[in-house]
């Protein structure tokens, strides 16, 4: 029989085997350490499974030489913890160097086992291995941390894109909004679209995401908005979100806010426009065209139909089009330019060139040479403008001024004749009037019978070479006078004189050949004094008086005057044989006498009336005018200014004007005694 205590030693070393066994097959690791040394007392089976040592190699072992260095620090602040007895036992999770170097995953428990003097002497550590459980986790870390990524790239990746992103169900309720939609049109996160965004009641007609909810395809609308300053345009672009079975559940909507390319497409097409204005309404026809070989054009504006008549294609699918229709007598001078434009650059041309209706026109072309951006000839461009006018325009100048030149050296020529003619007349005549005026003077003396008696024949040719030679003398004097007058060297004296005195001087001249004809003479004017140059006026009367007397058989002579505002109006009237009305124009034409039955028996220059005319016009600044009825008699009537130019203005102020012209506005009619 036992006693209890050798009962008591039994249980106890049963109890010992039982736990040794449960040591021993225990499913988790179990390992007794030593406190002082770190080294394992004791480890079972699991444990050294875990750590791949047998248990006899394990006991050689410390504790530190199969921790992870980087878990070895917090190990030593447990086991601190742990010897101040404030726990009792610590868990973590913690790795191990496993025996083939792979790291082990453990949770485990450190607690100490006390010995008799109450100091930890050894601790008991409990580990389970956790490495699987570790890798799905970092794997599933991993994968979150991935999937996080991916997502904030394509966060990044729609912020880039600038556009705002809504999804909405099929009850078009907002259930996402990207950044840049919120940041334009704010949070409206579970709010219906078409209320939110268009202020509506129901979805738009011409809603993207509807269209895309019937047929599942991709859809665009436009949308304009006013703004503060104009109007936005955005593009809103609709397609479908859909489930793993293919199931539409959602409609992603794309908000693109298109204003900056709307105005840029505008400002491009009005430029565009502006520039096609420009080149269609320019004179000028711009183009490209290859810089070398037969330098055909690789553009030309439209408008070289308004200036040539050509279409544009004309000259670009047909490359020696525009070189063919240079005018042949231009065209290899033009070619040599064009030929040397990569020395010169620039180049100003004017040449022919044929236009549609076969004309050739003028044109200038104005051609630069264009290099790339290696420097490289690349093409050459310019512009054409049609000179054709200007160029006429400079032909008839140069033709006007080669005949002004002409008629300025016909005209010296014909001054200078002029000269010769003047000098040779003045030197003539006078040569010729000195014997002329002892011819007249001694058949006078002989016709008179101072040197004695003269028999019948002799009076006759004395009389007959009396009569011809004072005719010569008159002729004489008259071409004197014209002559002077068309070399602008005739004397002009101005005087105050009495305009009556005048007419009675000339017929007081002429009274002989009045008294001889029997004629009336009559003299019906105001007294009127003019400033005129009187010798002349007295010259022009004598020859318009004389002519009346030569040109009247019978009746009477009428000579009036009156002031016609600033000129006094003469006229002598006569009942002579009057003049055809188709032989007027020629009554002023230089030694023209008329035919008529009196002009043979009067002796006449036809030149009294060339050269009267010449003295109203050029000496005395009037006019001459005739009035005639054949067989009724004629009226000549010359008008001249009361007041010479160039008196009026050197007169003093007092006096100026027509103070010393005197009328009475007494009309005197008087028949003049002779
Ligand atoms: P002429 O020396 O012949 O008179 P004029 O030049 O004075 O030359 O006149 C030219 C012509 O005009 C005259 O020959 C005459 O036929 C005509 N004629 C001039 N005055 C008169 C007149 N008063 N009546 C008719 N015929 C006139």
């Given at each position: 029989m036992k006693n209890a205590a050798e009962r008591k030693t039994g249980q106890l070393a049963d109890h010992g085997k039982l736990f040794q066994a449960i040591f021993e097959q225990a499913a988790i690791g179990v390992a007794l350490v030593s406190t002082s040394d770190g080294k394992f007392i004791k480890v079972n089976k699991k444990y050294c499974d875990i750590t791949g040592y047998s248990e006899e190699e394990m006991c050689n072992m410390d504790f530190n030489s199969i921790t992870y260095p980087e878990d070895m620090k917090s190990d030593f602040e447990i086991i601190e913890l742990l010897k101040s007895g404030n726990i009792r036992e610590f868990t973590k999770e913690k790795r191990y160097i496993h025996k083939n170097g792979e790291i082990v995953w453990v949770s485990g428990t450190v607690s100490p086992l006390w010995d008799p003097g109450n100091e930890p002497g050894y601790y008991i550590t409990v580990v389970q291995d956790i490495t699987q459980r570790k890798r799905v986790e970092e794997k599933l870390k991993a994968a979150i941390l991935k999937t996080q990524n991916e997502k904030n790239k394509s966060e990044a990746i729609i912020s880039a894109l600038g556009d705002g992103i809504i999804i909405q169900d099929k009850n078009y309720n907002i259930v996402y909004q990207n950044k840049v939609q919120t940041d334009l049109m704010g949070e409206h996160d579970g709010e219906l679209c078409y209320k939110v965004y268009e202020r509506r009641d129901t979805v738009c007609e011409d809603c993207p995401v509807e269209r895309t909810f019937n047929d599942g395809k991709i859809h665009m609308t436009e949308r304009v908005v006013p703004n503060g300053n104009g109007l936005s345009y955005f593009d809103l672009i609709s397609s479908p979100l859909r489930d793993p079975e293919g199931n539409i559940i959602a409609g992603v909507k794309i908000v693109r806010d298109m204003t900056e390319k709307r105005r840029a497409e505008e400002e491009v097409r009005s430029t565009k426009d502006r520039l096609q204005f420009l080149l269609d309404s320019s004179f000028a026809v711009i183009y490209t065209c290859k810089p070398f070989g037969d330098f055909g054009a690789t553009y030309i504006s439209e408008n070289v139909t308004k200036v040539l008549g050509y279409m544009s294609s004309d000259f670009t699918e047909n490359p020696l089009f525009w070189q063919d229709r240079i005018h042949p007598d231009d065209k290899e001078r033009v070619i040599r330019a064009l030929e040397s434009i990569f020395e010169s650059e620039h180049q100003i041309l004017e040449y022919r060139f044929l236009d549609k209706n076969g004309v050739y026109m003028w044109m200038r072309d104005e051609l630069r040479l264009i290099r790339d951006e290696n420097n490289q000839p690349k093409e050459v461009a310019g512009y054409w403008i049609d000179i054709t006018k200007s160029k006429q325009a400079q032909e008839e100048r140069i033709?006007?001024?080669?005949?002004?030149?002409?008629?300025?050296?016909?005209?010296?020529?014909?001054?200078?004749?002029?000269?010769?003619?003047?000098?040779?007349?003045?030197?003539?005549?006078?040569?010729?009037?000195?014997?002329?005026?002892?011819?007249?003077?001694?058949?006078?003396?002989?016709l008179q019978g101072w040197s004695g008696e003269l028999n019948k024949e002799q009076k006759e040719y004395l009389e007959m070479i009396n009569s011809s030679s004072k005719h010569l003398l008159e002729l004489i004097i008259e071409i004197l006078d014209i002559s002077r007058i068309e070399s602008g060297n005739i004397d002009m004296k101005d005087s105050v004189f009495d305009l009556?005195?005048?007419?009675?001087?000339?017929?007081?001249?002429?009274?002989?050949?009045?008294?001889?004809?029997?004629?009336?003479?009559?003299?019906?004017?105001?007294?009127?004094?003019?400033?005129?140059?009187?010798?002349?006026?007295?010259?022009?009367?004598?020859?318009?008086?004389?002519?009346?007397?030569?040109?009247?058989?019978?009746?009477?002579?009428?000579?009036?005057?009156?002031?016609?505002?600033?000129?006094?109006?003469?006229?002598?009237?006569?009942?002579?044989?009057?003049?055809?009305?188709?032989?007027?124009?020629?009554?002023?034409?230089?030694?023209?006498?008329?035919?008529?039955?009196?002009?043979?028996?009067?002796?006449?220059?036809?030149?009294?009336?060339?050269?009267?005319?010449?003295?109203?016009?050029?000496?005395?600044?009037?006019?001459?005018?005739?009035?005639?009825?054949?067989?009724?008699?004629?009226?000549?009537?010359?008008?001249?200014?009361?007041?010479?130019?160039?008196?009026r203005i050197s007169l003093p102020k007092k006096n100026a004007g027509f103070s010393n012209i005197e009328t009475t506005g007494r009309i005197i009619k008087s028949k003049v005694d002779i």
């Open positions: 033709q006007l001024l080669e005949k002004e030149h002409a008629a300025r050296t016909d005209a010296e020529a014909a001054r200078k004749l002029d000269r010769m003619k003047n000098m040779f007349i003045a030197s003539t005549s006078h040569e010729l009037r000195t014997p002329l005026n002892s011819i007249i003077g001694f058949t006078g003396i002989l009556r005195a005048v007419m009675d001087e000339a017929i007081r001249t002429l009274r002989t050949s009045i008294k001889e004809k029997g004629l009336d003479i009559s003299v019906e004017m105001e007294d009127i004094s003019i400033r005129s140059d009187r010798r002349r006026l007295l010259q022009c009367m004598m020859n318009l008086i004389g002519n009346s007397v030569k040109y009247t058989e019978s009746g009477s002579i009428k000579i009036s005057a009156k002031i016609l505002e600033n000129k006094v109006d003469i006229s002598v009237t006569d009942t002579g044989i009057g003049i055809k009305t188709q032989d007027i124009p020629r009554l002023f034409v230089p030694f023209t006498r008329l035919e008529s039955p009196l002009s043979m028996k009067t002796s006449g220059t036809g030149l009294g009336l060339y050269l009267t005319k010449k003295l109203v016009q050029d000496v005395l600044g009037g006019e001459i005018y005739v009035l005639s009825k054949y067989g009724g008699g004629s009226t000549f009537t010359i008008q001249i200014p009361v007041e010479f130019k160039k008196i």
